[in-house]
């Protein structure tokens, strides 16, 4: 990493999910990820304090090491991100690092960018860069620049008649099935599919009344503004791999990881997406695909890098179909993805698989961490003193009802991290099957 940077420690801050560019948007997730990625002398801010058992837990495996300082408020504040950010409890804590330390932020938004103005502290981040690479219209716009495969589509749509022409004219093309999203997307949430039969046999002005009632959907499930892309539905016939890359201040940048992206189906059957729920490693894709698609991020990451000076993290994700390898998404900020891999390099010292996935449950059935790692039992890693088994990366409050449980099995093998998820899985049914009434 360049001195600006390489000797210096972080200041993590990961436990904000703000939209990067709109003042509007504000959330604080209580996935307390920050501290998976904490090494000797960071700083972990964290809007909630961590559970005891969970800290002593992740020193125990072998994820936290070295002496990590953590700062929690004394009380969240009832609209929290700009007065967690920019809070003066928070900007007091920090003074003293601003020489010392710089800023690591998960999605880095316009309260990141103030508090680091505030201070005058640096951030591993090119905010202006970011903001336009971020937009998935701008991303569709610079493949087509570039001459890369794109899938057939329209981007900055703003209304729903908009949508609905475009909807159309990809189905006068013959094309099957079509995606509508946003051009700030979140994981695939929001992000619809249209098949051509079911759009054509309603009449032309309920065709026009399901665009308006998605159109509608978008807006009240986002609470900021954006344009729509519609664009060419294709299954990942072989797989979804996501790349993850690290560009530095001197233009340098490498590819950090290859996963392929686990997926589930949410939503009513008009409005279905699909959601990432989990990742694999290494990637299993064929090899001329992934070289393909690794070709065609380099050329995207030598614009941002050479031509707009960016740093910071990046992803691009992609899809694998007989009809040919696509970039589809980027997503110019930290992944999900990072925290098993950096990991994974971190506890094993040899080849290694694993998986990481999510699993959402019922308070009554697994109502704290203590519980989630009794599920574990055997599993727990290292099972056997050997380097594989099943490891708890988070646990928080999913809603009211539910905890959220992030997960990784990892072994030295595919088929070996494989059969821990499958052993874990088989455990937390059982569980279910034991507590049912909690349903009842």
């Not at 046999?201 to 519609?230: C, H, M, Q, W």
């Not at 530095?248 to 409005?271: M, N």
């Not at 050329?299 to 899809?319: T, W």
Request: aromatic letters at 16%; hydrophobic letters at 40%; glycine letters at 6%.
């Amino acid at each position: 990493m360049a001195e600006r940077f390489s000797n210096k420690k972080k200041i993590i801050i990961h436990s904000t999910d703000s939209d990067s560019w709109d003042n509007n948007f504000f959330h604080i997730s209580k996935m307390q990820r920050g501290i998976l990625s904490a090494e000797e002398g960071d700083i972990v801010i964290s809007p909630y304090p961590y559970d005891a058992a969970y800290l002593d837990y992740l020193r125990d495996v072998g994820i936290l090491t070295g002496s990590v300082s953590i700062w929690s408020p004394h009380q969240l504040p009832k609209k929290p991100l700009n007065q967690f950010l920019c809070g003066e409890e928070l900007k007091d804590f920090l003074k003293p690092f601003k020489d010392t330390h710089y800023v690591d932020a998960f999605l880095p938004g316009r309260q990141e960018k103030l508090l680091v103005e505030n201070l005058g502290i640096d951030i591993f981040y090119n905010f202006e860069i970011a903001e336009s690479f971020s937009d998935k219209g701008n991303f569709r716009n610079l493949l087509k620049r570039l001459k890369l495969p794109s899938l057939e589509g329209f981007e900055f749509l703003k209304n729903a008649s908009e949508i609905k022409k475009s909807v159309e004219i990809l189905f006068e093309k013959n094309i099957d099935e079509v995606i509508i999203k946003k051009s700030a997307g979140n994981g695939g949430k929001g992000n619809i599919k249209i098949k051509k039969n079911y759009f054509y046999s309603l009449g032309n002005s309920d065709r026009l009344a399901l665009v308006e009632n998605i159109f509608d959907y978008f807006n009240k499930r986002d609470a900021f503004p954006g344009t729509f892309i519609v664009e060419e539905f294709l299954n990942a016939s072989s797989s979804s791999p996501s790349f993850q890359y690290i560009c530095f201040p001197d233009r340098a940048y490498k590819l950090i990881s290859v996963h392929d992206q686990l997926f589930f189906t949410e939503g009513h059957f008009l409005f279905q997406h699909e959601v990432f729920n989990g990742v694999k490693y290494p990637a299993t894709g064929y090899k001329t695909a992934l070289e393909s698609l690794e070709a065609q991020c380099r050329r995207v990451m030598d614009v941002m890098s050479a031509e707009h000076k960016f740093f910071g993290y990046s992803g691009f994700d992609a899809i694998i179909n007989n009809l040919g390898n696509f970039l589809i998404d980027p997503n110019i900020r930290r992944q999900f993805n990072l925290y098993p891999f950096e990991i994974a390099k971190r506890i094993m010292t040899k080849d290694f698989s694993y998986i990481y996935y999510n699993y959402i449950m019922p308070n009554g059935v697994v109502g704290s961490f203590t519980d989630a790692y009794k599920i574990m039992g055997s599993l727990a890693f290292p099972v056997k003193d050997e380097k594989r088994g099943a490891i708890i990366l988070s646990f928080f409050p999913y809603n009211k009802y539910s905890n959220l449980m992030n997960m990784m099995f990892i072994d030295s093998s595919a088929q070996g991290a494989d059969s821990l998820k499958n052993a874990f899985e088989l455990r937390l049914n059982k569980l279910l099957a034991e507590k049912w009434d909690v349903f009842s």
